[in-house]
Nanobody, 123 residues
């Protein structure tokens, strides 16, 4: 099993950058693919990005491609989401998720979740 705790979310202006962190506990962190999802008020949770166990492969939603970068440090049991050129439509609660299968884009497929961190982008 793995426990996840997100941090780094806050209020920023459009065009700013922000880095989210997801700290994982458990000795098997490196065996999980990791992902970021987000959920805006009144909307379904949506896929943002995912990274494979060894960080050799990544996949992004079209809405964030070229602006967001997912990475991981298995030695620190941490996954990151670097967000650049933020837009008001990026406003959401961002969740970290873990699963043993890489490139799952549907939130229903993930077994482990963090509590979320709020990102608000003002115009």
């Amino acid at each position: 099993q793995v426990q996840l705790v997100e941090s780094g979310g806050r209020l920023v202006q459009a065009g700013a950058s922000l880095r989210l962190l997801c700290a994982a506990s458990g000795r098997t962190f490196s065996s999980y693919a990791m992902a970021w999802f987000r959920q805006a008020p009144g909307k379904e949770r949506e896929f943002v990005a995912t990274v494979s166990w060894s960080a050799g492969r990544t996949c992004y939603a079209d809405a964030v491609k070229g602006r967001f970068t997912i990475s991981r440090d298995n030695a620190r049991n941490t996954v990151y989401l670097q967000m650049n050129s933020l837009k008001p439509e990026d406003t959401a609660v961002y969740y970290c998720a873990a699963d043993r299968t890489y490139r799952r884009l549907n939130y229903r497929d993930y077994d482990y979740w963090g509590q979320g961190t709020q990102v608000t982008v003002s115009s």
